[in-house]
């Protein structure tokens, strides 16, 4: 069975700070892993993805993750928050594509 | 464009009335899936089809009813509604080999059960 847990329901970041993301995932086998963000109103936006190819994984608006399989854990940072980035994120693990229950970035002035 | 369509995008509606959520895609997806996004619980998966005329439950198949008679569509059914499938509701699709490309998503549908 798969599985990921992402710690922490709300963030909040100043603008300009750092942001990270926690996920940690349970895979039987050798994961896949996302993120996606929902911006409000919206549907699910794929930020990036994890495919074994490289265990630093850049996506899109500056978010990068990095795969760490020693400790199971697949977390989202930008080294530099912006106003724009206040969104729902949500971790997830394939084949089946099981989501995270999600963390909700605020970023404030 | 490749996108994902669900129809309609809010819907109220009366306990027991049925119901249909239209989904679909211009991708030749193999791959469809419907998922409900409740606060707290993230995104949790309701069925899934692997191609035409196979489909399987996920995780909370209970009240709904899916069909995959054509590649591109993918309808979710509700035969009775009840005010607990008040909820946000996704489609999406992917390739056969969903792990290398991911899921495009729909933009989903609001529905309330009254």
């Known amino acids: 069975a798969q599985s990921v847990t992402q710690l922490g329901s709300h963030v909040s970041v100043s603008e300009g700070a750092l942001v990270l993301l926690r996920c940690n995932y349970s895979s039987s086998v050798p994961p896949y892993l996302f993120w996606y963000v929902q911006y409000p109103n919206q549907g699910l936006q794929l930020l990036l993805k994890?495919?074994?190819?490289?265990?630093l994984v850049k996506g899109i608006n500056g978010f990068e993750a990095e795969f760490k399989k020693s400790e199971t854990s697949f977390h989202l940072t930008k080294p530099s928050a912006h106003m724009s980035d206040a969104a729902e994120y949500f971790c997830?693990?394939?084949?089946?594509?099981?989501f995270g229950t999600g963390t909700r970035l605020q970023v404030t002035l | 464009e490749a996108q994902v369509t669900q129809n309609p995008r809010y819907l109220i509606t009366v306990t027991g009335k049925k119901l249909t959520v239209t989904c679909s895609q211009n991708?030749?997806?193999?791959?469809m899936s419907w998922y409900r996004q409740d606060p707290g619980l993230g995104l949790r998966q309701i069925y899934y089809?692997?191609?035409?005329?196979?489909?399987d439950k996920g995780d909370v198949p209970e009240g709904y009813k899916v069909s995959r008679k054509e590649k591109r569509n993918f309808p979710l059914i509700l035969e009775s509604p009840s005010p607990n499938q008040t909820s946000l509701y996704f489609c999406?699709?992917?390739?056969?080999?969903?792990?290398?490309?991911?899921?495009?998503f729909g933009s989903g549908t609001r529905l309330t059960v009254v």
């Open positions: 991708m030749n997806h193999e791959y």
């Open positions: 997830a693990v394939s084949g089946k594509l099981t």
């Open positions: 999406a699709s992917s390739h056969r080999d969903s792990r290398n490309y991911g899921y495009t």
């Open positions: 089809s692997m191609n035409v005329e196979v489909t």
């Open positions: 994890y495919t074994s190819a490289a265990t």
